[in-house]
């Protein structure tokens, strides 16, 4: 078991003909994951290192039904993109694409919620999902993940890396690593993939790696409190940015009190979260917690 | 990531051009005018009638109490008033814009606002008739004079609701009316320019009962400035740091902090994870800078060189996890930084992930001067540390 992606995943991407996009596909492929397609419009007919390409998502889920969807395409065009898989009846949609406006978001979340409420949205702007030893979607470098029953959930890419690669240093392995990104509106949230967490049987231990700016992680630690039984190991980042500066992500402002690291912190040592200082102390509690 | 892409950022305005933005929705603003000298402070005074509002625009609060808002009843009283506010020092912003404006008479301060939300996920329409003070307070002390109404973001804001907001506000009975046309004209804003907020206090009523903001909060959503080429100009260029501005040009995340080591990392995420690493050393971190995925050898020079622009920057800390970033490509620039700007402070490597054993390989051949090679992130900021507080930290490795 995992969660999300697997061996049973079927992945089509858009943007599969772009430098970034047929880059990333083919290591997905080279990895083992289940390629079936990919999406450019204008260019249908083509195909990528053996791929199809089909000019809309309805026509690839007519010809090869893809269960996952990944965007790879320029900011402006990725919110249609995600739309148009939701509405062939992609099941699962991925959104690496970095840059989308907010609004676009918000119009992407709330369209989903209301019109085609079984898709599921990872991302935008996120590293993707790996499970190792089954499949990897996204930009996540597998080699530093091992197979194991360490589930992770993230909202930065290379702080993954960096939690991941010290689990798999001290012998340990991950069920699925899954990277939400750091957006104003993430299609989904810690508490959503925290449940499925929760439910796979891999996974014995939960990793949360959060960071400053919005109040996800707070929504986390009263999830977690009501709902969770496997331990969970927190890390946030940005305990020394300064007020009202932005660090990159959209997501990681802070204004007034509200979404910082220390009260995010506290929130889940609140609710029973262990939360490590640092990225190596994350993989020591969590080392610990396993053996 | 790559080319296509690049990290959100968001761009505050000054009150002048939010008020700009506003009058394009139909949101009544006094008639003003923005300048940058005392001559034409005069000429705008003249122009829109006394008495005047001199205000400073910049992008900090506590204008007023900082002696950046004065009245003016005549052309001398103009004159003495742009001439002590330009150039004035607020909270670290200097004033380098006046808006000269016609001074209205108030009746009573309102306060509304259209922000997202991101924890409902939905627009958020704020309204309360405790205007002209610090928000804040009012959602604190008195909630219940504080209106929050969610918005569904696919049908958006009708006439019908705004007209329950302003009336489950208490807003006096005869403005009811033009407090809904302000929240539409408002969200309309937030919507149609991208903004993530859109605020005005106070939203004020004047003694003929019309409803006009006197102030504005707006910041806009970079990643959507495409649509808007018209606001491109907007950002407040004369007070940015120069070092940020010049990062902004070359595409790199960059920010300025108060300390005197010098920080590089990729990604967002592992970058703010190495200032808390950093501090909890006892450094004091002197910047953030992300130089993202997929960096190469130039994008790796042009941030040493950023970094060393900073005369505070006492020490540097390298810290990569490689996933698209490649580590050889990160030495191949330092050593290439090197060769071109010898710098005179101590780096410290960290180099793990894709490449990099071929990239710490690099480094050692090169022996670079005053390079210290680190394995761990913990041990790098630690090394760091020290050196900046001017210790010697021994042999390499």
Redesign the interface.
């Known amino acids: 078991m995992s969660v999300l992606v697997d061996k049973n995943t079927r992945l089509a991407v858009a943007g599969i003909t772009?430098?970034?996009g047929s880059f990333h596909t083919l290591n997905n492929k080279r990895y083992g994951t289940n390629v079936v397609g990919g999406v450019t419009p204008g260019k249908g007919g083509q195909d990528v290192e053996g791929i199809p390409v089909f000019d809309s998502w309805a026509e690839a889920a007519e010809s090869v039904q893809p269960n996952t969807a990944m965007i790879f395409v320029?900011?402006?065009f990725a919110a249609d993109s995600i739309l148009e898989a939701a509405a062939a009846g992609v099941e699962l949609v991925i959104a690496?694409?970095?840059?989308?406006?907010?609004?676009?978001e918000?119009?992407v979340?709330?369209?989903l919620k209301?019109d085609h409420p079984s898709t599921r949205l990872i991302g935008p702007?996120c590293?993707g999902i790996l499970s190792p030893g089954k499949a990897n979607v996204g930009?996540?470098?597998a080699s530093?993940f091992k197979e194991g029953n360490v589930g992770v959930v993230?909202?930065?890419?290379?702080?993954?890396?960096?939690i991941g690669?010290e689990i798999a240093q001290a012998g340990f392995g991950c069920s699925s690593i899954v990277g939400i990104g750091?957006?104003?509106?993430p299609g989904s949230s810690f508490v959503d993939v925290i449940e499925l967490f929760e439910a796979d049987q891999q996974t014995e231990l939960i990793v949360l790696?959060g960071?400053?700016g919005?109040?996800a992680e707070e929504?986390a630690a009263e999830y977690i409190a009501a709902h969770v039984r496997k331990p969970v190991v927190a890390?946030i980042?940005?305990?020394?940015?300064?007020a009202g500066?932005?660090?990159?992500?959209?997501?990681?402002?802070v204004s007034?009190s509200a979404g910082t690291?220390a009260a995010k912190a506290q929130a889940l040592e609140a609710k029973g979260v262990r939360v490590g200082?640092?990225?190596?102390e994350v993989a020591e509690i969590a080392v610990t917690q396993l053996r | 990531?790559?080319?296509?892409?690049?990290?959100?950022?968001?761009m505050d305005l000054l009150e002048y051009q939010g008020k700009q933005l506003f009058a394009r929705h139909g949101l009544r603003v006094s008639d003003g005018k923005a300048v940058t000298n005392v001559k034409d402070a005069i000429a705008a005074a003249n122009e829109v009638g006394y008495p005047v509002v001199v205000k400073a625009q910049v992008l900090i609060g506590g204008r007023g109490k900082a002696g950046g808002v004065k009245l003016a009843a005549d052309e001398d009283e103009a004159e003495e008033h742009a001439t002590n506010i330009l150039g004035m020092d607020i909270h670290g912003h200097t004033v380098r814009t006046l808006w000269i404006e016609h001074a209205s008479d108030i009746a009573t301060e309102y306060y509304a606002s259209v922000l997202?939300d991101?924890?409902a996920?939905?627009?958020l329409v704020m309204f309360s008739v405790e205007g002209g003070v610090d928000i804040?307070e009012v959602a604190e002390q008195t909630p219940e004079k504080l209106i929050r109404h969610h918005v569904?973001?696919?049908d958006g804001l009708s006439r019908e609701e705004a007209v329950q907001i302003a009336t489950d506000g208490k807003a006096d009975a005869d403005v009811i009316e033009g407090v809904a046309d302000a929240l539409v004209a408002l969200y309309e804003v937030w919507?149609q320019e991208?903004a993530?907020l859109a605020e005005i206090n106070p939203l004020i009523v004047t003694p003929d009962r019309e409803v006009k903001a006197l102030d504005s909060k707006v910041s806009l959503?970079d990643?959507?400035l495409?649509?808007h080429p018209e606001n491109q100009e907007l950002a407040d260029k004369e007070n940015e740091d120069p070092i940020e501005r010049r990062a902004k040009e070359q595409g790199v995340?960059y920010?300025k902090?108060d300390g005197d080591i010098g920080i590089l990392?990729?990604?967002?995420?592992?970058?703010?994870?190495t200032?808390?690493?950093?501090?909890?050393a006892g450094g004091r971190?002197a910047n953030?800078l992300?130089a993202g995925?997929g960096s190469d050898a130039a994008k790796i020079k042009q941030a040493v060189e950023l970094i060393l622009a900073n005369d505070a920057v006492k020490a540097v800390l390298f810290n990569i996890?490689?996933?698209?970033t490649r580590c050889d490509e990160v030495a191949k620039g330092l050593i290439a930084a090197f060769d071109d700007i010898k710098p005179s402070v101590p780096f410290v490597v960290r180099l793990?992930?894709?490449n990099d054993v071929a990239g710490r390989e690099l480094l050692q051949e090169a022996a670079l001067p005053n390079v210290h090679a680190a394995r761990?992130?913990?041990e790098a900021a630690e090394k760091v540390v020290a050196l900046a507080a001017g210790k010697s930290i021994g042999a390499d490795d």
């Open positions: 772009g430098r970034e320029p900011p402006r690496i694409t970095e840059g989308i406006p907010a609004h676009d918000l119009r979340y709330n369209t209301r702007n590293p930009i996540i470098p530093f993230s909202r930065s890419g290379t702080l993954t890396y960096q690669n750091g957006d104003p509106v790696s960071e400053i919005g109040s929504e890390y980042a940005g305990f020394t940015a300064p500066k932005q660090m990159g992500h959209a997501g990681a402002i007034g690291a200082r640092t990225p190596t | 990531m790559g080319s296509c892409v690049r990290v959100p950022r968001r997202l991101r924890s996920k939905q627009p804040e569904d973001a696919l919507l991208d993530s959503d990643n959507a495409y649509r995340q920010v902090l990392g990729n990604g967002a995420g592992l970058v703010m994870s200032l808390d690493v950093v501090a909890q971190p953030f992300d995925g996890f490689g996933g698209i793990d992930g894709t761990t992130m913990n």
